[in-house]
């Protein structure tokens, strides 16, 4: 039979699963998380019992349809949670979970990794009780735990908005709102964002809850650094305003980010080719129409692909899922992928309206950073270092910078780093973001235990 | 842990069966569900001491990327934030300095 594997179980992963299933086959889905549904739709452990009203608020019916369709899915698939995979070549996966390390060849792959917060360091960013806004949103949903009990949400894009209502809703106390994005580009990118049918108007309505709440809501405002107050606990936010007026506020936690990043480091290991997205300032793996990577046998599905949220995951992921089916001469799938593009392609309107309008990266704040703002925070690298190795070296490429300082070299491999780490690299070179390339992946892509080496070794 | 106060508010979810473990040696009650990062900082402020340079950590990403969370458990290296709490289990912070 067939080898299919599925790396990711968010949205885009159950999809393609039930796809498969449905057509007969018995797909592996390698899940990092202890339950399926993703980051997204993450569930709560067993032990802890929420009303899904409570985690997912209007994407609940979406949320529980989807764990559903997973769980019916048991007895058919192979399911492999607490699993990562930490390295891939060829046709193989070298994968680690709780009992060891072990490899599976697969015959068609569709990675399905999601992504996750994208960060521009800011002063203090590197202080316990600074979060990402996705890791705020994953503590509640998870561990049913606020980040702290008067957190400020800083940064940028529609999760700002969300996961502040979210902690109200909870009941607790949102010091502040505060998104470098102004208000302008949001009413400009409105007509645009219909695309999105109700995700605007659900937008709204979380601004609205949060201004009748007393919410600080801030637009086009300038990060200027998260002070500590006593004990090195985060305690002031420090800002300007659209206005120029710098102005603090008083907070116990902070959740930041700028939109989101793929997770895209399985398939750089695999050597899919990559593009440049203008708009999102990021590398995505390669795609055609149906998904297919540059590589025979690689398929590309949801957040890891293009970044355009959890409902074009689940559409990308079904996509998938046909291109694998009608690539191996079961059916012929081309007046379905053509219809599921239809609607892919409105969320992709959607998305480039925010990206380029309503919620523009603010790539300034990363060029114009301090010398000494610690940019890789697991090696505590600081941007003065990469400026002296782009101007100092001459060094003008994102992976020789990498060499010459090791930004992008930690335990995390960049995924928290590289977006400024590129960002301060072309403005010191004078160059365009897009021709400083992208940071290149190394296995492990997760850490491991040495123990797994010496199985390795072994065997 | 010089500093006394959580970090974490729990919101919900207080009604679970008590986890006994114990944090750098401290006996501690955690609820089952629990990661041991919820375990530390709702008992404590930070995670662990940042082991090139000054100042403490205490997670950043909570979904398993960003590998700010490691610390020890039972002699075994694991990211806190994706590591339930089970009975019995030994949770250390202290080794930010032999990274």
């Known amino acids: ?459 | 842990m010089a500093d006394s106060g959580a970090q974490l508010v729990r919101i919900a979810g207080a009604e679970r069966p008590p986890v006994r473990c114990r944090v750098n040696g401290q006996a501690i009650s955690a609820l089952a569900g629990d990661t041991v990062l919820t375990v530390v900082l709702t008992q404590a402020p930070r995670l662990r001491k940042f082991e090139f340079g000054d100042g403490y950590r205490a997670g950043f990403c909570l979904m398993g990327a960003c590998q700010d969370c490691w610390v020890e458990v039972n002699n075994r290296r694991v990211r806190a934030c994706s590591t339930l709490v089970a009975d019995n289990m030994d949770i250390s912070t202290e080794i930010g300095a032999r990274a």
């Open chain 1, 1 to 459: 039979m067939l080898k299919i594997v599925i790396v990711g179980a968010g949205p885009a992963g159950v999809r393609a699963a039930e796809r498969l299933v449905r057509a007969g086959h018995r797909p592996v889905v390698i899940d990092e998380n202890v339950a399926a549904g993703g980051q997204i739709y993450r569930r709560p452990p067993a032990e802890l019992h929420r009303d899904p009203k409570d985690l997912y608020g209007f994407e609940a019916e979406r949320a529980c349809k989807l764990h559903r369709t997973f769980d019916e899915l048991a007895g058919s698939i192979d399911y492999r949670p607490s699993t990562s995979v930490w390295s891939a070549e060829g046709r193989r996966l070298d994968v680690i979970d709780r009992d060891g390390a072990s490899h599976l060849l697969w015959d068609r792959l569709i990675l399905a990794t999601g992504a996750m917060d994208r960060v521009i360091p800011i002063p203090g960013w590197d202080m316990p009780g600074v979060f990402t806004l996705g890791g705020a949103q994953v503590s509640m949903k998870y561990q049913a735990c606020a980040i702290g009990a008067r957190p400020v949400f800083l940064g940028t894009g529609p999760l700002l908005y969300l996961i502040a209502y979210q902690y109200m809703k909870a009941g607790v106390d949102v010091a502040a709102v505060l998104d470098t994005a102004p208000l302008s580009g949001k009413v400009r990118a409105a007509p645009t964002m219909m695309a999105g049918g109700t995700a605007l108007l659900k937008g709204l309505y979380y601004v609205a809850r949060l201004v009748a709440a007393g919410v600080t809501i801030r637009s086009g405002i300038t990060p200027v650094a998260i002070d500590a107050s006593s004990g090195q606990r985060v305690g002031v936010v420090r800002y300007t305003t659209g206005e120029g007026k710098i102005t603090t506020i008083a907070c116990d936690a902070v959740g930041m980010g700028f939109g989101l990043r793929s997770e895209t480091q399985l398939a750089d290991l695999l050597d899919v080719q990559f593009d440049f997205d203008p708009s999102l300032r990021q590398w995505l793996p390669a795609v055609d129409a149906w998904g297919r990577s540059s590589v025979e046998g690689i398929y590309l599905a949801g957040d890891g692909m293009q970044l355009a949220g959890a409902q074009a995951a689940e559409l990308s992921g079904a996509r998938a899922a046909e291109a694998v089916l009608h690539d191996i001469g079961q059916y012929d799938a081309r007046r379905i992928v053509r219809s599921l593009n239809r609607r892919i392609d409105r969320w992709l309107r959607f998305r480039d309206a925010m990206a380029s309008r309503a919620f523009p990266f603010p790539h300034q704040l990363a060029q114009q950073c301090d010398d000494s703002l610690m940019i890789c925070r697991c090696e505590g690298i600081a941007a003065g270092a990469m400026r002296e190795a782009v101007r100092g070296q001459g060094q003008a490429e994102i992976n020789r910078v990498k060499a010459f300082t090791r930004v992008g070299m930690g335990r995390c491999q960049g995924r928290v780093c590289q977006t400024a780490a590129a960002e301060i690299t072309a403005s010191a070179a004078g160059l365009d973001i897009s021709m400083v390339s992208r940071l290149r992946g190394q296995a492990p892509i997760k850490p491991l235990p040495m123990a797994v080496f010496r199985e390795e070794a072994a065997q």
